[in-house]
Structure formats: structure tokens, C-alpha cells
């Protein structure tokens, strides 16, 4: 793939370059509440729930939040209240980049324009992508989109802005459920998965692995 030079890198945000913190958020609301085996369920619950509630059609990401929370509550037999889910969703534009990826992503924005394809409201994005120490050429959200990840409508969204097909991009992203399967689907051939640790490889899907974004200059030979 090094001797592919894409029109547009694009990224997931959340979770690839920006630290995701919603089991964090999760812990400190139930920690004291949950035994150690009980509040890794009660994690792993409330990031299924949370997919689960972005597969249908397009609500406000407050609300994705409020009911996977509420969800998740509800089947770990935890009391649920309203302000916690709030507090979690105003926690997210807060959040910073993994370390890794201000001087790997600066170092290829120099060269190629960087897209964003987000999970988020219009409302967040921006303050984390601020902290992400690179310029990018478009960012776009499920709310302009009208859709979340996996679903393939966010990422026509992002071609019809874009002007591009599906052979002309680089995706980078640390999910398969989110944003490796459907970009296979959706016949974007060249992929870099990002093992953040929080799936498990699958060779199935096509892809180049580094291990964090200072390994993606020399994907694209930087």
C-alpha cells in the first residue's frame, strides 16, 4: 500500500484518534456501586448498547447515550438517573488525543488532506478535533449525515461531500464494527486498522495493522 497515494486520508475519531472515555465515565458514575467482575459487564453492556441504539434511524447523540446508559442499568440492576447519562455525553468534548497522534498526523497532513467521518454532533466534534494538533480538510458528523456509523449512508455522505469514490480514500480507524466492515462493504480497498486493543484482528476485512498513528507516514511512504 505504500505505493498508493490516496486523494484523502479519513479517519474515525473517537476511539482511533481521540482517547474514548465512556467505560472511564461508566466507572466513575458505578465503581463504588459494582464489584470488579460486575462493572466490566456493566462496560461491556453499555458499549453494545450503545451500537445498538445508532442502528436505526438518526437521533441525537444525548439521546444514544441516555438509553444505552439507561439500558445498561436496567439489566445490571443498577438505579438510573437521567443527569448521570447527561454528565457522560458533556464529558466527551473534553476529551484529548492518545498520545501518539499529533506528531503522526501532522506529519502526513503535510502532504495529504485529512478527513474526519464522525459518530457525533455538530455541537462536539470540533473541540476535540482542536486537540488533535493537525489541520483537517472536512469534518463531518451523524448528524450532518443524518446516520452513524456502521451504516453506510454516513459514509456516502462522505464521498457525496467529497466528490470522491470509495477507491480513492485511505480509512483509518480502530473498529471493525464501526468502520472497517462496512468500508469492505462499501468497496474502500485500502484500510488501516489501528489496534487500540479494544477488538480483536480479522484478517478477513483487508487491511494494513499499525499499532498507533506514528505508524501511518510510512503506510502512505512518509
Not at 447519562?85 to 498526523?105: K, N, Q, S
Not at 469534518?139 to 461531500?161: I, L, N, S
Not at 480502530?174 to 485500502?190: P, Q
Request: glycine letters at 6%; one cysteine or more; a negative charge.
Amino acid at each position: 500500500m505504500a505505493s498508493f497515494r490516496p486523494k484523502y486520508i479519513t479517519f474515525d475519531c473517537y476511539g482511533t484518534l481521540t482517547f474514548f472515555q465512556m467505560a472511564e465515565a461508566a466507572r466513575d458514575l458505578y465503581g463504588s456501586r459494582l464489584d470488579e467482575p460486575r462493572m466490566q459487564e456493566f462496560i461491556k453492556n453499555f458499549a453494545a448498547y450503545r451500537l445498538d441504539e445508532i442502528m436505526g434511524d438518526w437521533k441525537p447523540y444525548a439521546e444514544v447515550v441516555h438509553n444505552a446508559l439507561e439500558r445498561s442499568c436496567k439489566r445490571n440492576g443498577v438505579a438510573f438517573i437521567a443527569d448521570d447519562a447527561r454528565m457522560v455525553y458533556e464529558r466527551v468534548p473534553t476529551w484529548g488525543p492518545h498520545a501518539d497522534v499529533p506528531a503522526g498526523l501532522a506529519k502526513v497532513a503535510k502532504e495529504i488532506p485529512l478527513v474526519i467521518l464522525s459518530n457525533a454532533m455538530n455541537a462536539q466534534i470540533m473541540s476535540n478535533v482542536e486537540k488533535l494538533g493537525a489541520p483537517f480538510h472536512a469534518v463531518y458528523t451523524a448528524e450532518q449525515a443524518q446516520a452513524y456509523k456502521p451504516r453506510f449512508r454516513a459514509f456516502e455522505y462522505m464521498f457525496d461531500m467529497l466528490g470522491c469514490g470509495p477507491e480513492d480514500i485511505l480509512h483509518c480507524s480502530s473498529s471493525f464494527r464501526y468502520d472497517l466492515m462496512s468500508a469492505h462493504d462499501l468497496g474502500i480497498k485500502n484500510k488501516v486498522w489501528v489496534n487500540r486493543g479494544h477488538e480483536p484482528a480479522n484478517p478477513y476485512y483487508g487491511y494494513i495493522e499499525i499499532s498507533d498513528i506514528s505508524g501511518l507516514p510510512g503506510v502512505v511512504g512518509l
